[in-house]
């Protein structure tokens, strides 16, 4: 079975950064659009970011400029740096690989 298994999440200030990073067993990721996406309380999930296999990156209009989507097909890991961290970031995020879906790490900003 696909494990998607995130990581990097917690509390930081207004302009502060944090690294969030999802760890795929189970498969291949290198052959996987992979993303990730957060969903605050009493909001509608929104897509955050998407890496393709040949490493073309989307962003969400609310990060861009901000965050940076990465992977890392040797270490079937997939990264979110976020950076210039805002209070309306504060979610839980969650990585993606086609259907599969990762348990979330919680980023709070205050």
């Known amino acids: 079975d696909v494990q998607l298994v995130e990581s990097g999440g917690g509390s930081v200030q207004a302009g502060g950064s944090l690294r969030l990073s999802c760890v795929v067993s189970?498969?291949?990721?290198?052959?996987?659009?992979m993303g990730w996406f957060r969903q605050a309380p009493g909001k509608e999930r929104e897509g955050v970011a998407t890496?393709?296999?040949?490493?073309?990156?989307r962003y969400a209009d609310s990060v861009k400029g901000r965050f940076t989507i990465s992977r890392d097909n040797a270490k079937s890991t997939l990264y979110l740096q976020l950076n210039s961290l805002k209070i309306e970031d504060t979610a839980m995020y969650y990585c993606?690989?086609?259907?599969?879906r990762g348990q979330g790490t919680q980023v709070t900003v205050s």
């Open positions: 890496i393709d296999t040949d490493g073309s990156t």
């Open positions: 189970g498969y291949t990721s290198s052959n996987y659009y």
């Open positions: 993606s690989m086609g259907t599969s």
